[in-house]
């Protein structure tokens, strides 16, 4: 299927790896010229350049933690114009209920609510201003079903969640779309660290954590990123003029609900 997107621009945060990085791809493989974020520069010019290599797209890094007033300062002065923007960042610790203090919810909900928050408010404007724009933001399954040690990102993504609810539905009507990709277990270095915590808070092995996580899954294994970039092209495709303030999930089954 064309895409309908080559020639477009596009912002990637947090994509030097894992799901940012897969949707990054499979948007350069449609065509489309990229700015790639992440904090550590040297993966993330390795990552540019495969890119450039294989799909022949222009892609731009900008190596800051986006998360931050001065890295989003940058992303934003290198994105001015684009027309799809891809917010992500990496998600917080897990923990229990009462490990978690004011200054542990702010960097939660900076990172997975305001930080996303602040570069639409940037970069709508332009978008608006052209009459076409897409916005993916990276979530989690946790916002449809919680994850019970992963209580500072249950709380910051459903918080951002809200915002696009009713922000999608502002802008429109101008040709912007926003919606939610919500992933549940891929096989990223994430869901690595999250298994590894599992197998030392349990006192059982990282594989023993690991099968034991992946028997509840229906589809009987982790997604790839490939399978999250594709969805996540698609949703910043033509072709998805008509989805508005969706929340998906891409999580082989896993959120046991009807609806
Ligand atoms: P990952 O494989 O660990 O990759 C994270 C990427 O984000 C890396 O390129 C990393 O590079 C970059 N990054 C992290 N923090 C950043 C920051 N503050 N500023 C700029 N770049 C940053 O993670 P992932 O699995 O792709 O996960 C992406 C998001 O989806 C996370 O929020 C995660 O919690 C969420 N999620 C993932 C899963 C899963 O199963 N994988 C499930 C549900 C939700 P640097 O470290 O160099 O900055």
Redesign the pocket.
Known sequence: MDLGIAGKRALV?????????ACAETLAAAGVDLVL????AE??EETAQMIRTAHGVSVDTVA????SVE?QAQVIAAAEGVDILVN?????PPGLWSDWGREDFLKALD??MLTPIAMMTALLPGMIDKGWGRVVN?????VKAPIAILGL?NSARTGLTGYVAGTSRQVASHGVNINNL??????????D??DQSTAAREGISFDQARAARQSSIPAGR??K?EEFGAACAFLCSQHAGFIVGQNILLDGGNVNATI
């Open positions: 945060c947090a994509s030097s790896k894992g799901l940012g990085r974020n992440a904090r550590g993966a993330l800051c933690d986006v998360t890295g992500n960042a990496g998600g917080p990172a997975n990276i979530t989690s399954q946790s990102s919500l992933p549940g277990s891929h096989a990223t270095d994430r869901i660290a999250l982790d997604g990123p």
